[in-house]
T-cell receptor, first 109, second 113 residues
Framework: EDQVTQSPEALRLQEGESSSLNCSYTVSGLRGLFWYRQDPGKGPEFLFTLYSAGEEKEKERLKATLTKKESFLHITAPKPEDSATYLCAVHWGYQKVTFGIGTKLQVIP | EAQVTQNPRYLITVTGKKLTVTCSQNMNHEYMSWYRQDPGLGLRQIYYSMNVEVTDKGDVPEGYKVSRKEKRNFPLILESPSPNQTSLYFC????????????FGPGTRLTVT
């Protein structure tokens, strides 16, 4: 069964405490893996696209990596404004998109 | 400003009363898609469209209809809404499917009583 699984479902960090979020996928014909950030009551906002195993992308305190079966979103020295739900989405097959349930991140000052 | 707009933002209706949620984008994107977001289930794709007059089912199309007569608009139609369609709905667009990121609208919170 084609699916996308994110872990953990929720994560609470102290400000400055680095960690990683995981997205594992089992789909056929991967076109790209996308990370989005979603704030409460708003639509998801694009963060990164990864297309092939070994690829890495960075933006401020965030770094995304991709292997053949999973992706990691590393958060270095997070700040309270990084609190949000982080969504992983896989584009696969003929234009299909499957999202993970997300990881709700809370960064405590 | 490049954006995806949805209307209405909030809607409370009754079972069986037909409704339409509009979606419009001003980025000349080819690909548009509708999602519903439910607690514990995440975002699930309802329908998507590769271009004008080209639409296809996502993972949860039952009870929904779409049309793509113009490139910029992609309305979602619920011909006979039921309480299990109570959800938060998002419209999204991208330059083209597959390899490009999606831009999401602000969401429509629908309640069917």
């Amino acid at each position: 069964e084609d699916q996308v699984t994110q872990s953990p479902e929720a994560l609470r960090l102290q400000e400055g405490e680095s960690s990683s979020l995981n997205c594992s996928y089992t789909v056929s014909g991967l076109r790209g893996l996308f990370w989005y950030r979603q704030d409460p009551g708003k639509g998801p906002e694009f963060l990164f696209t990864l297309y092939s195993a070994g690829e890495e992308k960075e933006k401020e305190r965030l770094k995304a990596t991709l292997t053949k079966k999973e992706s990691f979103l590393h958060i270095t020295a997070p700040k309270p404004e990084d609190s949000a739900t982080y969504l992983c989405a896989v584009h696969w097959g003929y234009q299909k998109v499957t999202f993970g349930i997300g990881t709700k991140l809370q960064v405590i000052p | 400003e490049a954006q995806v707009t949805q209307n209405p933002r909030y809607l409370i209706t009754v079972t069986g009363k037909k409704l339409t949620v509009t979606c419009s984008q001003n980025m000349n994107h080819e690909y548009m898609s509708w999602y519903r977001q439910d607690p514990g289930l995440g975002l699930r794709q309802i329908y998507y469209s590769m271009n004008v007059e080209v639409t296809d089912k996502g993972d949860v199309p039952e009870g929904y209809k779409v049309s793509r007569k113009e490139k910029r608009n992609f309305p979602l139609i619920l011909e006979s809404p039921s309480p299990n369609q109570t959800s938060l709905y998002f419209c999204a667009s991208s330059l083209s499917g597959g390899y490009y990121e999606q831009y999401f609208g602000p969401g429509t919170r629908l309640t069917v009583t």
